[in-house]
């Protein structure tokens, strides 16, 4: 049973306490929160962590991201801030 955060969401979100690793470089970076949805298509990491790992995107490919209400956003790694 996952834990419940109802400081940073409301209503509370299922959360996890992860452990991300650099598969190329081996680095880990322990105690990283992330919201659980159980229904995404695919996982986003915060940006904050995948640069203290050391991580970067695929330089000129684009994301297209749809929301839970239809709403579709494209993102491109090169502008991001």
Do not use: C
């Not at 680095?27 to 659980?36: A, K």
């Not at 996982?43 to 239809?70: M, Q, W």
């Amino acid at each position: 049973m996952p834990n419940y955060d109802a400081a940073r969401y409301d209503p509370p979100a299922p959360v996890a306490q992860v452990t991300l690793r650099d598969a190329r470089a081996g680095t880990l970076l322990p105690n990283v929160s992330l919201l659980l949805d159980t229904g995404a298509d695919v996982t986003l990491l915060p940006r904050g962590a995948v640069e203290r790992l050391g991580a970067s995107p695929i330089p000129d490919k684009t994301y297209h991201l749809v929301g839970f209400d239809g709403t579709i956003g494209a993102a491109r790694p090169s502008n991001w801030t």
